[in-house]
Every structure is written in C-alpha cells, then in structure tokens.
C-alpha cells in the first residue's frame, strides 16, 4: 500500500487542550489521510477541536470506554473507505500533543509488510498510568499466554492491518484492550513487533482520581486475562465474597 492507506483513530475525552496538536501531527504523518477522533462523551470542546484541526469526528453522547471508542473508530473508518482498499489503523492517545509525529516509525513496519501489529515502546518514559502492579498482571499474563514478552504491554500506540483488528474482534472490555489484542493476535499467528518511539503523554498524577483510573484498570487487565487463563479466572473466583 502507499500514499493514504493507513487511518489514525484517536479515542479522546476531555482533551481539549491538547487534542488539537495531536490531530495536526497525525494528519503530517506519512501514508495517513483520514484521522478520526471518537469524542467519548465529554464535557469540554474536545471535538470541536478535533474538527477544527482536521479530524472526523464521532460522537458517544456518554462515556462508553476505551474499547468502544477503538471500535467506534475502527468502524467509521470502515464506512468512510467504501468499497476501497481497507486502511491499516493507527491507534493513538489523545493527549500526545506534538510527539504523535513520531508514530511513523509505528505505522512503518505495518506499512510494508514486516508486521501485522506494532506496539509503541516509549524511549522516555513518564508514569504512565497503571504503572507497577498493574503492568506486571498485564506482562506476566501476556507471557505465560504467548512467551512473549513484553515491554511496555499497556501501550495504546498501536497500528494494525484491518484484518488483524477484525480477528481480535469483540475487543476486551475497557483497559483490558491492549493485553487482550497482544495475547489474541499472537495465539492466531499475526506478527506482533515492538518499536522504540519518541513519544509522551501527560505524566499520571497520585491523586484519588489517578488511583480510581488504576483500579479500574486492574479491573480491566484482570478480566481480559480470566477468559484467556483459567488459572487467573480461579484465583478471581477465590476473591468473591461467599454468600
């Protein structure tokens, strides 16, 4: 594939402070003629912004979740190629301000042919939320699943080729997406490669706002992992309380 072939899809609440600039930069990004933002049900101007830098923008009037923004996403894309080529999809965060530029050395390995998903690997780091516990649920389960091991398992900077996103469909619920796609793609034999990238997003804070996100996505990650590893659904059902 070449020039516009591959689509950026951008799930995004109340981002718009810094939705603009991601969009900007997406839209620089080689191969990429079609970014579409899924405005998750916020309350600020995230999408008009959105719009007004250049992106299709999709609407959830409430907050339906990661996952269904990627699948939201994934599909207004679907629509808007017709009866043409399916695009590869780009996924990005919303608050990567300027540094989505360096997604194409994401999307690269995709585009050619070397690989059927590529994950981000932040060159410098920042405290990326769910750090610590919840990444190593994410990466020991990813590696007792697959053997692979995985450096930065939660990281939402992925490009796919349509078809692998359609064999991973339905997506895990929530913030279980990232470890569920890397454990499924692999199991169906798709080629997952890692890329070092210049990229940041804002750094998680410690305030009980910050600790409700990493509860839920240790939620997320747990449940992703409990219908693919039986020995993870036991030790769930042992944390029940008894009636």
Do not use: Y
Request: contains cysteine.
């Amino acid at each position: 594939m070449t020039a516009g072939d591959t689509a950026v899809v951008i799930p995004a609440k109340n981002e718009a402070e810094r939705i603009g600039l991601t969009v900007g930069s997406a839209l620089d990004l080689p191969g990429v003629d079609l970014v579409v933002v899924v405005d998750d049900g916020s309350t600020d101007q995230t999408g008009r912004v959105a719009r007004a830098a250049g992106a299709k923008v999709v609407r959830h009037s409430r907050n339906r979740g990661k996952a269904a923004a990627m699948e939201t996403g994934a599909e207004a894309v679907r629509l808007l190629d017709g009866d043409g080529a399916p695009r590869h999809l780009l996924f990005l965060d919303a608050d990567l301000a300027g540094t989505a530029e360096a997604a194409a050395a994401l999307a690269e390995p995709v585009r050619v042919g070397e690989a059927d998903m590529t994950i981000a690997v932040f060159a410098n780091r920042v405290k990326l939320a769910g750090h610590g516990i919840v990444v190593r649920l994410s990466r020991d389960g990813i590696r007792r699943a697959t053997g692979f091991e995985a450096t930065q398992p939660l990281n939402g900077q992925r490009c796919l080729t349509r078809e692998a996103f359609e064999a991973a469909r339905p997506l895990a619920h929530g913030f279980g997406v990232e470890t569920a796609l890397t454990i499924d793609l692999l199991r169906k034999g798709f080629r997952v490669v890692e890329v070092e990238v210049d990229m940041a997003h804002r750094a998680t804070g410690s305030d009980w706002r910050s600790q409700l996100h990493r509860a839920r996505q240790l939620r997320d990650v747990a449940l992703a992992l409990a219908t693919r590893e039986p020995v993870v659904a036991e030790n769930l059902a042992k944390l029940r309380p008894r009636r």
